[in-house]
């Protein structure tokens, strides 16, 4: 008798990746890893401003909570999937104080485990097959693989220096914006530094509810901006819950990228589906984890505001070198990310192979994340002043 209905194989076996994998754009830092890894090998000093992920460490109160919280049984079982209730009023005080918005701690808040796993599984609580997903390009490359692992059709949005790096979404025919479902937006932006305004929330608010659109705003770098003040939330818009929800996150802030803990926050539909598609993959955050960003989001926030100083001292380091080098840099008051725009002609990849040859400057080309972001580079303030001086003086002997 036979239990399984395929022949058993008896050549080694091989099996192909699904076609939603194979469907994803391929790594394009790929090849300069290679690259910086032979650079590296062959001993040059290599300054590495490639990979935006915050170089300090997390404030000492995080670590402390983490670790009496981690001695709590209390912690030790599944947690909620929709994140403690303690946290998730602490979000909701933290929107209160930060940007004078009401949310209803337990319809309008989910934790996340980070907030890239929040955008990533976003779309497959309301995307149907072959329905649109707006997205900006150059962007965070998670929004179209959440889109196309729901099925859905990502339709770029291009971001240009003419507009503020914002996208004209009122450029959106009216055939596309009757199929879109959601329309993603991430301000301060990655990688080009840029804000948003009130305003801008406000009229793509209209606008989405004009053609019952989902806005999913990415507030990742809400709180590194220069000057300490919050860039404004796209839910301080009045009404905005009716179509819109935050991804945030305690990653950028608080230097806890590796932590892995988010939230989103907004019209409780959005955050209902949200959940459920959570409830069906994962058991939500480590309750100890939850207990140390609540002691992040509620701490003192100096730190916070000592970081957006730091960043701002490194970015004017850096700026010297790239603008003797004959760069164009846009000014920037959030993110810790320079943008620049490479001299006509030079594109992206040689750009950035040619600094790290030259001068073993580890930069992310501009087009690594979408077709806009040809000719221009992305440098990550995670390196000490000392070394951004070094970098500096590199790119002030170089030419391009
Ligand atoms: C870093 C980053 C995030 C945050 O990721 P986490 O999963 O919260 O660590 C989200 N969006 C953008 C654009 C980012 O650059």
């Known amino acids: 008798m036979k239990f399984y209905n395929k022949?058993?194989?008896?050549?080694?076996?091989?099996?192909?990746?699904?076609?939603?994998?194979?469907?994803?754009?391929?790594?394009?830092?790929?090849?300069?890893?290679?690259?910086?890894?032979?650079v590296k090998a062959r001993g040059v000093d290599i300054i590495d401003l490639g990979v935006g992920d915050p170089d300090r460490p997390t404030p000492a109160p995080v670590i402390e909570?983490?670790?009496?919280?981690?001695?709590?049984?209390?912690?030790?079982?599944?947690?909620?999937?929709?994140?403690?209730?303690?946290?998730?009023?602490?979000?909701?005080?933290?929107?209160?104080?930060?940007?004078?918005?009401?949310?209803?701690?337990?319809?309008?808040?989910?934790?996340?485990?980070?907030?890239?796993?929040?955008?990533?599984?976003?779309?497959?609580?309301?995307?149907?097959?072959?329905?649109?997903?707006?997205?900006?390009?150059?962007?965070?490359?998670?929004?179209?693989?959440?889109?196309?692992?729901?099925?859905?059709?990502?339709?770029?949005?291009?971001?240009?220096?003419?507009?503020g790096f914002r996208p004209d979404y009122q450029a959106v025919d009216e055939a596309t914006a009757a199929q879109a479902k959601i329309i993603w937006v991430n301000?301060?932006?990655?990688?080009?530094?840029?804000?948003?305004?009130?305003?801008f929330y406000a009229g793509l608010v209209a606008w989405a509810k004009k053609w019952r659109i989902i806005v999913a705003s990415d507030a990742a770098y809400s709180e590194m901006t220069y000057d300490g003040r919050p860039h404004p939330s796209i839910l301080e818009v009045p009404g905005a819950k009716e179509v819109a929800l935050e991804f945030h996150s305690v990653s950028k802030t608080y230097n806890m990228t590796g932590w892995r803990l988010g939230w989103a926050a907004g019209g409780a539909d959005f955050i209902r589906g949200l959940g459920q598609i959570k409830n069906n993959v994962d058991s939500g955050v480590f309750q100890a984890v939850q207990v140390a960003g609540m002691a992040a989001l509620n701490g003192d926030q100096e730190p916070v505001r000592a970081m957006g100083r730091l960043y701002?001292?490194?970015?004017?380091?850096?700026?010297?070198?790239?603008?003797?080098?004959?760069?164009?840099?846009?000014?920037?008051?959030?993110?810790?990310?320079?943008?620049?725009?490479?001299?006509?002609?030079?594109?992206?990849?040689?750009?950035?192979?040619?600094?790290?040859?030259?001068?073993?400057?580890?930069?992310?080309?501009?087009?690594?994340?979408?077709?806009?972001?040809e000719g221009f580079a992305r440098f990550a303030l995670v390196q000490e002043v000392d070394r951004l001086n070094e970098a500096a003086a590199r790119l002030a002997k170089l030419k391009f």
């Open 312 to 373: 701002q001292e490194r970015r004017e380091a850096l700026v010297k070198g790239l603008a003797a080098a004959g760069l164009t840099v846009f000014p920037g008051t959030a993110t810790f990310y320079v943008w620049v725009r490479l001299p006509a002609g030079l594109k992206s990849a040689e750009f950035s192979s040619r600094l790290l040859h030259e001068a073993g400057i580890v930069a992310t080309p501009g087009n690594g994340f979408g077709p806009s972001g």
């Open 65 to 163: 909570a983490l670790q009496k919280a981690a001695a709590d049984p209390a912690n030790h079982r599944y947690p909620l999937y929709s994140g403690l209730n303690a946290f998730k009023d602490v979000v909701a005080g933290w929107y209160q104080k930060r940007h004078g918005v009401t949310l209803e701690p337990a319809t309008e808040v989910c934790s996340l485990i980070g907030s890239k796993e929040g955008i990533a599984h976003f779309p497959l609580a309301f995307v149907n097959p072959g329905e649109v997903v707006l997205i900006p390009e150059p962007g965070y490359p998670v929004y179209n693989s959440g889109t196309l692992f729901a099925g859905g059709r990502p339709v770029f949005m291009p971001l240009l220096e003419k507009n």
């Open 7 to 38: 022949e058993p194989k008896s050549q080694n076996m091989s099996f192909e990746l699904s076609q939603r994998l194979k469907a994803l754009p391929p790594y394009l830092f790929k090849e300069l890893d290679q690259v910086r890894d032979e």
């Open 187 to 199: 301000y301060p932006n990655n990688p080009t530094g840029a804000t948003a305004t009130l305003d």
